[in-house]
């Protein structure tokens, strides 16, 4: 199996991918000279114009180191004392963030789900807590877009558990850790404010790191949704505009304000400019695609369709997966059933699916 590792990229984790070269050619732009720091220089502007032009007037942008970091501070400026978040128990912030927002006094109420998705009945349920001085306060839905699971939240049914949360007086933030994915699968960037800001979304953690950055998120909140909203309680609303105030001091007390901030930012700028970030999510997407088209008359693996976004999970003998990751590093997903988890980044080819594809054909079957 050697002869496979030598030429063949991961199939891992999209974090394991190098860094886009337009990416890499605005970070040596940034480097040229001195800036103002802290965000007063142009690479930041710049970005910051992008994300309205994308998102609509009135978004504000907040650049920060990673997806956990710009997690705590979101859920941060949008919680305060004995206030909880309602997610799905495969949502990042519950597995895989070693209970950082706990830490920061934000309880996490994670519900079962089979398909990693947070539901209108789920948020009935944690509503009961509201008022009762003995729990925890459900004072935000958090949606993992899309899910661990690979999994897409439907622009319809966001709207839903927008509309649900809203009424309840609830808040809403969105991990779009992998957003370019789901922006790719979903239409493209005409789909981007229908399933994100126009569905009724507060705050959106934007994903870059995953997506052909060096490092970097963007956390976005959406201020123009609440005020043209009409399912906000009056103190949902108050709470989002609270949120906005205290945003600025929750970046910098989580320790996600970058002081030489152009070097994320200019990262930013290069992906936006032209929406080659949601062409970048789309090379992923089709990879996994011809990913799953090698090997899905493999009846053992147990794929129970076409990947929406850029992940399988198939089902795979231990004794075959050791073998197996002699050829390509990968993740067990679910070890009790033996579930693992494939994964294609934007810089994915075809020969690496062949590669790769091949050897599983060689040791599974």
Not at 2 to 17: E, G, Q
Request: aromatic share 10%; glycine share 8%; with cysteine.
């Amino acid at each position: 199996m050697s002869s496979h590792s030598a030429a063949i990229r991961s199939f891992a984790s999209d974090n394991f991918a190098g860094v886009h070269p337009a990416v890499m050619e605005n970070l040596q732009a940034a480097n040229l000279d001195h800036a103002i720091a802290y965000g007063g220089d142009v690479f930041t502007a710049e970005a910051e114009n992008q994300f309205e032009r994308i998102f609509g007037a009135g978004t504000k942008t907040f650049f920060v180191f990673g997806g956990t970091g710009g997690n705590v501070f979101a859920l941060s400026s949008l919680c305060g004392p004995g206030d909880a978040v309602l997610c799905s128990q495969w949502s990042h912030l519950h597995i895989d963030e070693t209970g950082a927002p706990e830490r920061a006094g934000i309880k996490l109420l994670a519900v079962p789900s089979v398909n990693a998705k947070v539901t209108t009945k789920d948020i009935e349920r944690v509503a009961g807590d509201i008022g009762v001085m003995h729990h925890a306060q459900p004072r935000v839905v958090s949606l993992t877009q899309p899910t661990e699971l690979g999994t897409l939240y439907t622009a319809e049914e966001i709207e839903q558990l927008c509309l649900c949360a809203h009424e309840h007086g609830l808040l809403v933030h969105m991990d779009g850790a992998r957003i370019a994915n789901a922006t790719a699968a979903l239409g493209g960037i005409s789909s981007l404010r229908k399933f994100t800001v126009d569905a009724g979304v507060d705050v959106l953690t934007f994903g870059g790191t995953k997506n052909g950055l060096m490092y970097g998120e963007a956390v976005l909140y959406f201020p123009q949704g609440a005020a043209r909203a009409h399912s906000y309680k009056d103190f949902s609303q108050e709470n989002a505009q609270r949120a906005l105030r205290y945003a600025p001091y929750a970046r910098k007390q989580t320790t996600q304000l970058p002081s030489k901030m152009r070097f994320i930012s200019a990262q930013f700028a290069a992906v936006l400019k032209n929406d080659l970030w949601v062409q970048i999510g789309a090379s992923a997407n089709e990879a996994a695609a011809s990913l799953y088209a090698a090997v899905q008359p493999i009846q053992s693996l147990e794929l129970l369709g076409a990947p929406a976004v850029n992940s399988l999970y198939p089902t795979i003998s231990p004794h075959h997966a050791e073998l197996l990751r002699e050829v390509s590093f990968f993740w067990d997903w679910e070890p009790a059933r033996h579930r693992v988890r494939w994964m294609t980044s934007w810089d994915t080819e075809i020969s690496d699916v062949n590669s790769f594809a091949e050897a599983v054909y060689q040791i599974v079957t």
